[in-house]
C-alpha cells in the first residue's frame, strides 16, 4: 500500500493525474500523433481538437470515462501500445492484416474512400442516382491515380473504357489536374480536399462523384485500436461506435472539418472479415 | 616570256599565315600549252604558290589572273577557274567511300551536269588512259599508291580542264611507283596540256618543263630554262638546292 | 523569386547531399573500376568472364533500374540475411543515401573497367620492353613508365565518368532522398512554380558540371605537358 | 528471402507490355535527336556567331544537366506559363509522350551532334580540298564528300550513345508513362517483388541494348567495307 500511494504521489507530481482515481471513473489513456491536422492536433490554445479526438471524446463520454492524451510519435504508436503506454489507438490508424496481427481494432470509424474530382461545372453524368458509376460515360476520359494505389484496381474493374494515367505522388497528380493533362482524378478526398480543393489552385474543381466505399478494393477504414485480449474494451468500445453512427454523431463530426462525410454511413457490425 | 597569250598571271602575290610570310611579292606568267617546274627547299612557298592558283588559299596581297577571271572574293569567278583548272595533290585524297569509276563520275555529273552514262563514258575513257581500266570498281584503299595517283590524274582529267596543277604528286609514292605516274605526267605533257607542277623530280623536270622556278623563303629566287637552270643556276641558294637534291 | 529564395536553404541542403554522394560514388566507382580492369586484364578465364558479365549488365540495363534494385532489393535480401542470424528482427533499412551511392559507383565502375583497362593497353609495350632493357624492375617499370601514361590516358574518359555520376545523383530523387531534384519537388507542391524551382535544379547541376570540366581540362593540360610545343 | 527465377519468368510477359511504348519512346526520340543533331551541327560550323553560340549554349546546358531534371523542366515546368498552356503547342505538350520524346530528342540531338561534329574534323581536309579543286559547291561537298565519311566515323560513338537513349527512354516512368520501367514500378508495388521483376526488365533492357549494338555494329561493317582491313 505504500507502494502505492508513493506511486500516485509520482504520477501527480509528473502531472499525469487520474491514474488513481479509477476507484469513482476509469480513466483511458488514448494514443495519437497529436501534430496530424485536421484529425487529431493542439489548437493554438492548446486545447485538443480534430475528428480522432471527437471520435475519442464521443466513445468516453457514452462508456462513462475519462480521457488522458497520450502524444506519440507514429513510428512507435504500436509498441507503444503494447508496451502499456496508453489503453487504446485513436489516431487514423487504417485496419490492415499486419497489424492485426498485433493487436485488435475496433470497427471502422473513418471509412477508406476514393474520390474523383475534376474540373467544375461539367455535368459529365458520371454516376447514376444511386450512386452507381456509368461506365459508358467514362468512356475516353483520362483518370490520374497513384501508383499502387486501390483506386487504379478498382477503376480496372469498373471503368474499362477510361485510361490510366499513373503518378508518383498526389502532388505532381493534382498538379496535372490542373494543367488540364488529366480529366479526372481519384484520390483521397481528405487528402484532395486540405491540399487542393481548399487552396487557389483548386478553385476550378470539384468532387465529381459521391464517396466510393468498396471495402474489397479500398480496405475496411480507420479504427480504434487496443491491445490483444481486452475483448470486454473492445465491446464496449464498438457498443459506442455502433450508437455514435447510428445517431449521426460521427457524421457531424466529419462536418466539423471536411465540407463531406467520411463516417462508414451504416453499423457494419463487430468482427473483421 | 613567249609570244603565246598567258593563261596564268601572278602579279605581286602575297600570302601571310598570321606573322609568317609564306609568299613575297610573287610574279609568274605561264602561257598556254606552257609546262612549267616549280622547285624548292621545303617551306619556301611552292605549294602555297600553287594552291593560290586554284583559291584553295587566299593570296593577301597582288593579283592572280587565271583564264582571263581574276580571282577575287566573287564565287562565281572562283568556280569558273576550278572548273578549268585539274588538280592532282600528294595525298591522292580519293573519296575513299566512293569506288574508282565513281571517284571519276562524281565532279562531271555534279559540276558539268552530265548524265550517267555519259560521265561513266568520260571516266572510262580517262581510266584506259591511265591505264587502270580494270580497277573501276574498286575502292581507293584496294589500290596501290600508283594507281591511286594515276584515278586521281584521270579524276582531274574528267572535268576536261585546260590547266593542270600538280602538287608534289610523287612524294608519297614508293621509289618503284614513281614511273608510272611520271609516265602518265609525261604523256599528258606531249598532248599539249598546260601544267604547272611542283615536284623535286629533275630528270622529269629536265625532260618535260618549258621553264624552271626555283622559290626559297617565299620569293621566286630564280626562273629559267631546264638547260639553263641545271647547268648554270645564277644564285647560291638554287647552286646549294641543287647540290643537295642531285647528291642523292 | 521570393519563393525561390525561401527554399535557398532547402537548395543548400540539396547541393551537399549531390556533393556527398558525388564523393562516395567516386571513391566506389574508381574502386570497382580497378578492380574490374584487373579482373578483365586476368588471364583466368573465369575472373575476366565474370568482368565482362558484370560490365555488360551495368552499361546496359537502365541506371533507374539498377538504383531500384539495389533499394527495393537489397533491402529485402540484407534482412533475410539478418534474420538468419537473428529472427528478431523485422527490417533492415537500406538508407537511400547508401543505397543510391552504391548504385551509381557499380554502374559508373564498369564504366572505368572499360576505361582503365584501355588505358592499361594503351601505353605501348615498347614502352615496357624498353624500360626492362634498361634494368628497371616490373615494379618500377609499373609506376615509373606505366602510371604515368595511363593516367593521361584515362583522364578524357575519366572526366565524362566523373560527369555522368554527378548527373545520375539527380535520379536519387526517385528512391527519396532529399536532394536537389527532391527539393524541387517539395517546393512546387507548395509554389506550385515547377519551372522556376527545377530550372535552379539543372542550372546548380551546370555550374558543377562546368566546374569538373574545368578542373578535368586543367589536369589534361598538365598531364600532356610534354606533349606541348611539337606543332 | 530467395530470388524466384519462375517469377522472373512469369514477369517477363507482363513487363514485356511496356516494350511498345518504350520501342516507339526510343525510336522517335533518336530520330528526334538526329534532326536536331545535324541543325545544331550546321549552325555551329556556320562560322557565323549568331548561329554557332545558341547551337553551343544548347549543346552545353543539355549535356551539362541530368535527363531526369530535363523531363522534370519539360513536362511539370513549362505548363506552369499560363501562355504556354493557351499556345497551339499545348495538345502535343499536354501528353506525356510527347514531352519525354522532345526531353530525351534534345538531351540525344546534343550529343549526337557533339559525335558529328568529331566525325566532320575527323575528316581529311584534303578530301574537301579535291572537292574544291573539282569545283564543286560548299553545300556539294558537304552531302557527298564530308556527310558521308563523317557518318562512318561518327558510327561507333553513335552506338553508344542510342544505348544511352534506351536507357534513358526508362525515366519516362517518371511522367507517368507506362513503359518496360513503368509497368516494372507498378507490379512491384502491387507484388512486393522488387527483385524478381526489376531483373527481369532489366533483362528486357539488356536484351534490346544487345539487339542494337549488333544492328549498329553491322550497318558500322557495312559503311566501313571500303576502308582498307588491316595496316
Known sequence: MKFKSLLAAAAMALGVCGLVQGAQAETLRVGMECTYFPFNYRTPEGEMAGYDVDVAKGVAKIIGADLDYVCQKWDGMVPALLANKFDIIVASMSITEERLKKMDFSVPYRVSIGRFLGPKGKDLKLFDEAGKPVAANFDGLKIGVERGSTYSSWINAKLPGATLQVYDGNEPMLLDLSNGRVDLAITNPMKAYLDFLSKPDGAGFEFVSPPIDEKEFFGIGVGIGVRKGQDELLKRINGALETMIKDGSLKEYSLKYFPFAINPDNWQGVGTN | MSGAQPVIVLDKVCKNFGAFRALINVSLSVSKGEKLVVCGPSGSGKSTMIRCINRLEEHDGGHIIVNGHELTKDSRNIDAVRREVGMVFQNFNLFPHLTVIKNLMLAPRLVRHKNKDEARAVAMKYLERVRIPNQADKYPSQLSGGQQQRVAIARALCMNPEIMLFDEPTSALDPEMIAEVLDVMTDLARDGMTMVCVTHEMGFARSVADKIVFMDAGEIVEAATPEAFFTKPQTERARQFLSQILAH | ?231 | MTLDPQLILDSLPLIAQGLGITLKLLLYSALFGIGLAIITLVMRISGRWYLSWPAQVYIYFFRGTPILVQIFIIYYGLPQFGFIRGSILWPILREPFACCVIALGLNSGAYVSEILRGGVLGVDKGLTEAGKALGLSSPQRFIYITAPIAIRLSLPAYSNEFISTLKATALASTVTLMDVTGVARTLVSQTYAPYEIFIAAAILYLAFAWISYVALAWLEARASRYVKKGN
Open chain 3, 1 to 231: 523569386m521570393a519563393d525561390l529564395a525561401a527554399w535557398g536553404d532547402d537548395y543548400l541542403l540539396g547541393t551537399l547531399v549531390v556533393l556527398k554522394v558525388f564523393v562516395v560514388a567516386l571513391i566506389m566507382a574508381v574502386i570497382f573500376g580497378l578492380i574490374g580492369a584487373a579482373a578483365r586484364l586476368s588471364r583466368n578465364r573465369i575472373v575476366s568472364g565474370l568482368a565482362k558479365i558484370y560490365v555488360v549488365a551495368f552499361r546496359g540495363a537502365p541506371e533507374i533500374i539498377i538504383l531500384l534494385i539495389f533499394y527495393f532489393g537489397i533491402a529485402v535480401s540484407l534482412t533475410a540475411l539478418v534474420q538468419y542470424f537473428d529472427p528478431a528482427t523485422k527490417f533492415v533499412d537500406i538508407p537511400p543515401f547508401w543505397a543510391g551511392s552504391a548504385a551509381i559507383g557499380l554502374i559508373v565502375g564498369a564504366y572505368m573497367t572499360e576505361t582503365f583497362r584501355g588505358a592499361f593497353l594503351g601505353v605501348d609495350h615498347g614502352q615496357v620492353e624498353s624500360a626492362y632493357a634498361l634494368g628497371l624492375s616490373k615494379f618500377q617499370t609499373f609506376f615509373h613508365v606505366r602510371v604515368p601514361q595511363m593516367w593521361r590516358l584515362a583522364l578524357p574518359n575519366f572526366g565524362n565518368h566523373m560527369l555522368s555520376i554527378m548527373k545520375d545523383t539527380a535520379l536519387i530523387s526517385v528512391i527519396g532522398l532529399e536532394e536537389i531534384t527532391f527539393v524541387a519537388q517539395m517546393a512546387t507542391s507548395v509554389t506550385r512554380q515547377p519551372f522556376t524551382m527545377y530550372m535552379t535544379v539543372a542550372l546548380i547541376y551546370l555550374a558543377i558540371t562546368t566546374l569538373i570540366t574545368f578542373g578535368v581540362a586543367a589536369l589534361e593540360k598538365y598531364a600532356n605537358r610534354h606533349l606541348r610545343g611539337a606543332r
